[in-house]
């Protein structure tokens, strides 16, 4: 598969960009510089040697559109993942990544690059903490912001999908800014205990639980493959909202989500929902794709994975709509000011009535889903 893949130093604005030195990228197992014949991904096998923090940059023909760089991303998935593209062009080079577009100075050579990682290092607690720490402070919230009112009643719909009454110590895992557990924290009085793998984040966390009025808060720093509450007693309630798609080892994030839950103790967990209509069609044709909704689990796995771990199911829901909503979200947000704010909150409150436990085909309808258990032991 590699032809005759450019030299490093035909690639240096491209090199230099990713942070890696020309010189370096001769060490082949850190970054590892490959030609793909016929614009198509070579098995993924082909990087069995690449190091665990090492980059690849397949060098494609032309320009490949939209679904091609899709397809070529679903097929080294989840070996690899694709973290930007570079358009190499006459006078300039054009990047795309998560981080935004830029425009760089031109190589050597024409084509478009894919610069790919391994999935592991995407998912890495480093990579993680550095990730929410660098947008922490787009995590807070703005209830001038158009999509506020749609990101509120997402976390009160969770908060509130299967929460007791009678909660004394409610831990929210993986809380992010905190709202989901400042939300639970405020219906019941009860305790409220956080963690993030993000310092920053629980900076914002202890800041908004105080600020809501959650007096009483702790808030640490951790991942959920190891949680910072572990040989402690463990919490009559717990909340697990979007996290779990962030995992790079979900068996061993499930051990200690489970683990942190007291006997006959409530568990409520939601995620996106990867086998939605909307997921899948940007999978086919978006070349750029967050790793969470490629990484997603689905209801259905995250429920068997549980009842191995002695839960017992007791509710579902799939919520969000997957598709008028964040086209009209963003439409929304870009055009109309806030206008269908409201409208857009009570669809998908309409939509998003339980469903009980039976999983059917509706919920191909809906970005995400919320289960609830009880643990039996
Ligand atoms: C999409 S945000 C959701 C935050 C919050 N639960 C909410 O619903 O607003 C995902 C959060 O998961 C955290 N996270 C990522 N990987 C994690 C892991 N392995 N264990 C626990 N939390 C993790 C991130 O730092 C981030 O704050």
Redesign the pocket.
Known sequence: VTLSPPQPTDLEPVLTDLGVAVARAADGMRTLIAAAEARRAPPASTFAALAADGLVLLVLAGEPDETELAALREALWPTLHAVAFYRLREGETLRRSHSGGARLAACAVRGTVVALRRREHVLSPES?REK?DANAKG?DDDPASPSYPHFRWM?RY?ATFALPKTARRVL??????G??GVEAALRTGAQLSA????PQ?VENTRRNARGAGVRDVDARVG???APPFAGEAPFDVVI????IS???DRER?LDGLAAMVESRGRLVIADLNPRSHGMKHRRRTKALVPI?ELNAATADEVRAGLERRGFAARGRSDYQLSRPIPQLMHLNETKLGGLLSRPLVWLNAAASAGDGLTSGALDVLFDSWVLAFDRRD
């Open positions: 993680t929410f995590w976390r969770v929210d895992f993986g809380c992010g800014a709202w989901v963690f993030d793998p993000s984040m991942f959920g493959e697990s909202a979007g996290v962030f995992s790079p994030w969470r």
